[in-house]
């Protein structure tokens, strides 16, 4: 007992826990609010982080036997794709395995009474699902910088390490399948002797009109040179066919080729998806310039027409090739301008499946995380892809302006707000 006339002392642990009555509801202090935060947090990375390891891998390896199959790549090469591959496969994981990880946290929540549970002590459900919106806005801007990375850096560096090692691809090739081919450039080989092809047939395209070349020789060696772009072919004994012209040599000969003839992936691209988020203000300037330059032509060659009194070339079809060409520019700029817009709505899909697949979740009460990701993730697969694919390609016919490729996202959006209010009205 306290002295007489003392105040009663209060213990710490009485302080943190509110005085809950029906006349007086729960107040919850700030510590309470935090131990909530950080269960969901907890429960919500670690889910989230072994589902986007797994799925990460699983892609990983499918993206680099892809690679392996169609270029003939071999040990060596495979590793050296790896951390070009990797942000492509993340920035395709990291939106379903966040809807994931929030499907099966919730679903199961709300399958074991949790969330009755708040609710029943005055907690509104947006205290549990405010932590899960705070991380999916931060990995929402880390999948807008692997989209960035993936489409820039990663898909060069995959060309880089393709085309460098082209001298091993072709040998391992011809050592397995006795041939090898690309569209510009075609091998044939009896047999490979360490780096002695045994009576090779090499068939290429000659200068820039095209004509096609036949090297038939007792022994040819490979050798490229990243340097000067060429893979260099040193035949001895062989004959030279090249249209009605046939020559023999005895000696040796020898022809460089350039390595993207022999090469399966081009050298470099110039694909406004493969254009980094840094270099698109640069590369819109440079196509309308680009763009006036294809308008003066067409009117220059209009106005030279009317001067020099040829009608016949003030006519629309004279100029036909630059209005193709003209054609062609505008659709790339559309490309450029709106490309940014969809780096940025595909990465913020994360959010979006967020504020869908929490509220969602906890109203189906399902404690299956498979059946509580499927049944989240099916709406999503039917309304938000469709959209988003149909707003990128108008958007790139330029019959709509750029934003229109976040209206799958807006979409998403309020049908999550409607049952987020569903939620905490029930």
Sequence with gaps: MPPEGSSPRILPEAREKPACSLAAPCRYTPAA?????????????????????????????????????????????????????????????VPGTMLFAVASVFGRMSAANEVTALKAAGITPMALIWPAAALALAVSFVSVWLNDVAVSWGRDGVRRVVVNSVEQIIYGRLRQQRSYATSEVSINVKAVDGKRLIRPTLSFQTGADGKPATVSAAEAMLEANPEAGTLVVTFRDGTLHMADYTASFPDTIVREVPLTAVSRKEASSTSPSEIAMADFGRARREQIAKIDQVEQLAAGKTAMGMVMGRIEHTVPEYTHPERDLLKHEHNRLNRIVMEPWRRWANGFSCLCFVLVGAPMAIRMRNADFLTSFFLCFLPILVVYYPVFMLGVDQAKRGAVPPIAVWLGNLLIVLWGWWLLRRVVRQ
């Design 33 to 93: 609010m935090k131990i909530i935060t950080r269960y969901v947090l907890s429960e919500l990375l670690q889910v989230f982080l072994v589902a986007l390891s797994a799925l990460t891998l699983f892609m990983l390896v499918v993206g680099l036997v892809k690679e392996a199959q169609q270029q003939g790549l071999g040990l060596i090469q495979i590793l050296m794709l790896v951390p070009f591959v990797l942000p492509e496969a993340m920035r395709f994981a």
